[in-house]
């Protein structure tokens, strides 16, 4: 019996949606964390009420997206952006390109994007979008025409008080580019925060592309000095995806003296028995940030070894921490048990809802021997932060210093971390409950819900 079957006020949402099943996951990782709200005698139903509320995106905007590709063929491709709660302000959240996007799958981002930017202190409401487009082996021009074709679109629906993309999977400082140059010559405006993420040349911040991953590794050492009383510096730590976050991950957690086992992507894992260097990391960024090209194409140039069709929880190796980078649902329950049984001491989502339901369930049966579970939505939530900071630096037309950007991202991880430990007494009760709380006060005095 799922949460949803349990609950009665959700059978609607259940059976309106048993299509979507990674978004019902989602709502059933928030409901499992808010069953005593659900169930005070007082507010009770009022907290069901928003519950529900919340769970329906305000808006959904669907569009085809066509373009041509190097041989003049045209291709349609298929485009959303989920515009799922602004009580607490414009809609925010990134654009994911991959052709496993579909509606539920914005849905289930959307979702977890509204607690997540509510745990940042910010004035950012809840969104996402993007497209079942693969840029995977496309060309420069081909993904180039393809960012103004889905622009050209988009643009009537976004601007800085209304609703702010970001990147995602697929979608990086290239693509953004493409995006806001296509917006610029529709719009005719100029130096506006209607996209976050962009190059420092116009209008990015200091930190953004680091932000996801420095953020998740600033959380996590709060949570193991605070918690565990123990320092990060010697720490094993694996990391999966060798994108965006996990790159960052692993040059702050080196930063502070953690060994980085592994990293990873769709195709197999590098380990590095003895941590990754300064060196291997530097090979493996200009591998996907320069030649876009797999970890494979690595392994005789960096210490580690690489396994094909393995993921740093498929193998039997040691780690002290776990921070899943890649993608929802890659931490399963065999997964789980194999970290637990291999000694580890806490997880941290560096995706968005990495650990499927079964493997989030082994991760609480196992409090004891691992207390750290910091959800996605705390835990990646530095990434979204500096985007909300990019955009008050764009209102001022000011750019704030590196140092000064790193420095608020610290506080805020610091104080999603505060949050957590005063509203539950679990890091992933408190994250949820937190978030939901802050956004359902928001509803009920806009008169939104009562």
């Known amino acids: 019996m799922t949460s949803c ?5 959700l059978s609607v949402l259940a059976k309106n949606y048993q299509h979507q099943p990674v978004f019902l996951q989602a709502v059933e990782e928030m409901v499992i964390n ?12 009022f907290y069901q009420r928003a519950f529900v509320a919340m769970t329906e995106p305000e808006r959904t905007i669907s569009f085809r997206v066509p373009w041509e590709d190097d041989d003049g063929t045209m291709h349609w491709s298929r485009g959303w952006r989920v515009e799922f709660n602004s009580a607490l302000g414009p809609y925010k959240g990134g654009l994911r390109f991959h052709p496993t996007v579909d509606e539920g799958i914005l849905k289930f981002l959307g979702f977890e994007q509204i607690f997540k930017n509510a745990l940042t202190g910010l004035a950012m409401g809840g969104g996402k979008g993007g497209s079942d487009f693969d840029p995977k082996g496309r060309s420069e021009n081909e993904i180039r025409r393809f960012c103004q074709s889905f622009m050209t679109e988009l643009h009537r629906h976004i601007g800085p ?4 993309p970001a990147g995602d ?36 911040s200091h930190i953004r592309p680091e932000a996801t991953g420095f953020g998740l590794v600033y ?12 320092s990060i510096n010697g720490a094993r730590a694996a990391i999966s995806g060798s994108g965006n976050v996990a790159q960052y991950a692993a040059q702050k957690l080196m930063q502070l003296g953690a060994k980085v086992i592994t990293i990873s992507d769709s195709n197999g894992v590098l380990i590095f028995e003895d941590g990754m260097t300064e060196e291997d990391w530097k090979e493996i960024i200009h591998a996907k940030q320069v030649r876009r090209d797999r970890l494979s194409s690595v392994e005789g140039d960096v210490t580690g070894r690489y396994v094909a069709n393995e ?70 939530a530095g990434g979204v932060g500096v985007s909300g900071l990019e955009m008050a630096q764009n209102a001022m037309r000011l750019q704030w210093k590196p140092e000064e950007v790193d420095g608020k991202l610290k506080e805020m991880m610091a104080g999603i971390y505060s949050q957590m430990e005063s509203s539950g007494d679990t890091l992933e009760k408190g994250a949820n409950r937190a978030g939901f709380l802050k956004v359902a006060q928001a509803m009920k005095e806009l008169g939104w819900v009562s």
């Open 169 to 204: 999977i697929g979608v990086g400082g290239r693509e953004i580019g493409y995006m806001y140059g296509q917006y610029k010559r529709l719009a005719n405006r100029h130096g506006e925060g209607v996209l976050t993420g962009k190059s420092m040349l116009f209008g990015g």
């Open 311 to 380: 993921t740093p929880w498929s193998v039997d190796v040691e780690y002290d921490f776990a921070y899943p980078c890649a993608t929802q649902n890659e931490v399963t329950k065999a997964g789980a048990e194999r970290l637990i049984k291999n000694g580890l001491k806490g997880l941290f989502e560096g995706a968005n809802l990495p650990t499927n339901a079964e493997g989030q369930q082994v991760l609480r049966d196992n409090a004891d021997s691992c207390p750290l579970y910091i959800p996605g939505k705390a835990s990646n």
């Open 219 to 230: 959380i996590s050492q709060i949570a193991i000095e605070q918690r565990l009383g123990k």
């Open 34 to 45: 808010l069953e005593p709200l659900f169930s005070d005698p007082t507010h009770g139903e």
């Open 161 to 164: 008080s209304t609703d702010v």
């Open 5 to 9: 079957d349990r609950f009665p006020f």
